[in-house]
């Protein structure tokens, strides 16, 4: 056992001890560790379980996204024209034919009425803008239906007597449908078909 002596204590301080002193050690166990008992059950959560857990996350995700992707794609594969510059002079076109349909300020009347069991005969009458019957032209009907072109009715209408236009379609289900009226026309150039005349208007046909 060492001897431990204090000398030279500055005035008002405990007076200098002089002798065998003993002094105690501890040892101090680290902060994190003390009061603490091993963990008993479970597992542990190591670096090699995280990095499994990580990856099988991601590969769900990438695994629905590649499934949903593979869905759209299948259904709609997003190409409506073959070329945009086409699309581009066909707007043009649809954008003076509807002007030039303005116009005109044709009256044009279509009714549908059930024809038999099944079927609807298709009745249009059309008058210029002073109201005369427009004759000889040439009308085409078609019945669409709302979300799918499946099962679309057309036909062309004859001139059953002066601007009164009339054709029968065969077996029309009850039911939401689409009706488009065309009178068909010549452009300038006479070789370009265009139209003279075009509505489209949802109707509902009944039994």
Known sequence: MRAYHMHNAPKGDAPSM????????RRELPHATRGMAPARGGRRLTGRGIFFLTTG???????????????????FPGVEVESSYRAGLLFNDAVAAAEAQAARRW??????TRHGANDVKVRVAARDAAGAPLTGHAFAVALKRPASDAGDRRAVLREE??????AVLRDVPV???????????????GENATRAFFSRNRVFLSE
């Open 18 to 25: 002089s002798g065998p002193t003993r002094t105690a050690f």
């Open 161 to 166: 007597e002066r601007g009164a236009y009339a």
């Open 175 to 189: 039911g939401q449908w689409i009706l488009e009226v065309e009178a068909a026309g010549l452009a300038h150039d």
């Open 57 to 75: 996350f991601f590969a769900i995700v990438f695994a629905v996204n590649a499934a949903m992707l593979t869905l759209a794609l299948g259904t």
């Open 107 to 112: 009256q044009i009347d279509a009714t549908l």
